[in-house]
């Protein structure tokens, strides 16, 4: 039961990551970007690869999003450590790796076009770190899922 509830909870705050996305994805970034082009027309051209770069990162997070619904679903029926849960970690992992790339390549893109601000690049890198952090954590994760996995397997067989 208790690893029911633990499932439950991660899914609702999965909800909440999944609404608060969207939020930040379709209405705050793009009213953003609206409000910085209207106020300095002469970076118009940057408006169509921004809406590109956010729509990437919105797409990359659900489907980490999902994955981790997955994992959810396995520790409800109390199946953690499972083959599955290991590759929905992994694929976690290559997610976040993503993210780091997609805001990589719009460090490069507005740094060749002239327009990387050095307050912009210090909170993209930090993004970065943050990213390449939580990748490396869910691939480890993953890692550890699979030993655990053989493990049991050990353990079931000797039994």
């Known amino acids: 039961m208790k690893q029911e509830m633990i499932s439950k909870v991660l899914k609702v705050f999965s909800v909440l990551a999944g609404i608060l996305g969207g939020l ?3 209405w705050y970034f793009p009213h953003i970007i609206e409000v910085f082009i209207m106020e300095n027309p002469e970076v118009q051209f940057l408006q169509i690869p921004s809406y590109i770069g956010i729509g990437c990162l919105s797409i990359v997070c659900y489907v980490a999003l999902f994955f981790f619904w997955k994992v959810c679903d396995k520790i409800g029926i109390q ?3 499972c083959i599955e849960n290991a590759s929905s970690m992994k694929m976690i992992s ?3 790796s993503l993210v780091c790339a997609i805001i990589l390549v719009g460090d490069i893109y507005l740094g060749v076009v002239g327009f990387l601000h050095p307050g912009l690049l210090i909170v993209s890198s930090v993004f970065i770190f943050i990213g390449s952090s939580f990748a490396v954590i869910c ?3 993953s ?3 699979l030993n655990a996995v053989t493990i049991k397997e050990e353990n079931d067989l000797t039994i």
């Open 24 to 26: 930040f994805f379709y």
């Open 79 to 81: 199946e953690s450590f």
């Open 94 to 96: 290559i997610m976040a």
């Open 139 to 141: 691939f480890s994760l």
């Open 143 to 145: 890692s550890l899922i």
